[in-house]
């Protein structure tokens, strides 16, 4: 039995994929510290910034949009539209709609654009075809089954910038503050794993569904000069400081819980995860607030010994979403029993980027392919 190693300093483990632990101190913290350090004591953080905002407004002259911000209604897409409008920028929200939102994320969405009188743009992607594309991923037994709405959002923002001739999209889909880093083998994404689970599981064809594949990425990046910028990763952002924000200026409302503004993604990280696979997010997102000083690590340890759903409603969350995905509990109880697989056991481009790393990496320093600023 393999001995588990403990980080002194933040509540990961060692058999979290991805986590080495030396001295004490695992490696996500240490990945932490160098980045933090650039953050508060490097003034190249601020004159790159500076310069990316200067950058964003020259190329928007004359156009009625300079960027994109993808929404959700969530904590983080929030702050980043307020943000976005505050540094003189004039974004147009993008929101891509599989179903599943929440009606507080529905409401602070409308909130928060009419406060800043920000365009909004919402893809509402095929139901049917949509829902065939979740239980294929349900089906294949893997632990990446948001990642249909995570490439479709991505997709959708891609296909925006191209439509308005914008050239920067405001990513805000992670934060080394409050996200941490999730392991590949908790979540893996690319269009070619899409494809191959839909192919084997599937019983539509993805006519409608915004996938990204190789040939997007070259056309986005390369052929239309679409660049990616994590602007939370630029300025303080301080998750209690920005809820009470969001609050107070736009009568924001909270959902209670990491990516709890989806619907889905609340029942797949509080239940489907952690009882099929064994995998408790908590872990990544509590560890990153507490090396940002967010979280105490006493604190942390309690809340992960209780359940990461409320035992009163999870079985009419569970009810909610096999309703939807019309999906019998016998059914359900199936899959969940399903022999464990994961990315690897289909195709995906993850080869190519191991076989072309460095040729990918020369590509990036060359600006002939996607570098996230």
């Excluded at 969530?74 to 929200?93: C, F």
């Excluded at 509590?286 to 967010?294: F, K, N, P, T, V």
């Amino acid at each position: 039995m393999n001995n588990i190693e403990y980080c002194s300093r933040c509540i990961l483990d060692s058999e979290v994929p991805g986590v080495k632990i030396e001295n004490g101190i695992c490696n996500q913290c240490k990945n932490f510290d160098e980045r933090e350090k650039w953050f508060q004591e490097s003034k190249e953080r601020e004159v790159v910034f500076e310069n990316l905002i200067k950058k964003i407004k020259e190329d928007g002259k004359n156009k009625k949009y300079d960027c994109i911000v993808g929404v959700s209604g969530g904590q983080d897409s929030s702050y980043t539209l307020y943000h976005a409008v505050k540094l003189g920028l004039r974004p147009i929200a993008v929101h891509f709609d599989n179903g599943w939102n929440s009606e507080q994320s529905i409401r602070n969405i409308k909130k928060i654009i009419t406060k800043l009188g920000v365009d909004l743009y919402t893809y509402v992607v095929d139901w049917s075809e949509f829902k065939d594309l979740q239980v294929s991923f349900l089906k294949a037994s893997v632990p990446d089954v948001e990642i249909p709405s995570d490439i479709g959002i991505k997709a959708t923002l891609y296909r925006t910038a191209v439509k308005y001739g914008i050239k920067y999209i405001l990513y805000s889909g992670s934060n080394y503050r409050t996200e941490g880093e999730i392991p590949k083998e908790w979540t893996y994404m690319d269009g070619r794993y899409i494809k191959s689970v839909q192919k084997i599981y599937g019983t539509k064809k993805l006519k409608t569904f915004p996938n990204v594949l190789a040939k997007d990425i070259f056309y986005f990046h390369v052929l239309k000069g679409v660049q990616i910028i994590k602007m939370l990763d630029y300025v303080e952002f301080g998750s209690n400081e920005v809820l009470d924000l969001l609050k107070q200026k736009f009568d924001w409302e909270y959902y209670g819980g990491k990516h709890f503004e989806s619907v889905y993604t609340k029942f797949i990280q509080t239940y489907f995860l952690p009882e099929k696979f064994g995998i408790d997010k908590r872990k990544i997102h509590y560890s990153a607030l507490i090396r940002s000083g967010q979280l105490n690590k006493e604190d942390a340890l309690k809340k992960l010994e209780q359940k990461p759903y409320d035992e009163e409603t999870i079985e009419e969350d569970k009810s909610y979403v096999l309703k939807k995905l019309k999906l019998s509990e016998k059914e359900f109880n199936q899959i969940m029993k399903l022999p464990i697989k994961s990315y690897k056991n289909y195709k995906t481009y993850d080869s190519y980027k191991q076989k072309y790393g460095k040729l990918i990496d020369f590509l990036k320093a060359k600006k002939l392919w996607p570098k996230i600023a």
